[in-house]
């Protein structure tokens, strides 16, 4: 089993930032992709941003030049910078991982490719 384990979220004013970390432990060796999601209230999941264990990322069009995630496989974790907040980065952010490749389609589609789940934290960015 993987155990995902989400730190860093809180509040902050547009235009801040904000940088987010997971640790995985247990069954590690399985684990080739890592991702966050992020899920506003009465919104559907969605993909934000994805790394491969060769470092090769993947972001959804709405974050691109203002988020970047980075993954320190020594030491099993995961994070995502986050700059430049808009209000509607704000949502509960998930880490999540999959024993493959990281999905290359549209950031709308990654959700069934992921196995293993946090239990998120919440991002608020006010105006």
């Known amino acids: 089993q993987v155990q995902l384990v989400e730190s860093g979220g809180g509040s902050v004013q547009a235009g801040g930032s904000l940088r987010l970390s997971c640790a995985h432990s247990g069954t590690t060796y399985s684990i080739y992709c890592m991702g966050w999601f992020r899920q506003a209230p009465g919104k559907q999941r969605e993909g934000v941003a994805s790394i491969d264990s060769d470092g090769t990322t993947f972001y959804a069009d709405s974050v691109k030049g203002r988020f970047t995630i980075s993954r320190d496989n020594a030491k099993n974790s995961v994070h995502v910078q986050m700059n430049s907040l808009k209000p509607e980065d704000t949502a509960m952010y998930y880490c999540?991982?999959?024993?493959?490749?990281?999905?290359?389609?549209?950031?709308?589609?990654?959700?069934?490719?992921?196995?293993?789940w946090g239990q998120g934290t919440q991002v608020t960015v006010s105006s």
């Open positions: 999540a991982a999959r024993s493959g490749y990281c999905p290359t389609d549209d950031n709308r589609r990654w959700l069934p490719y992921f196995g293993y």
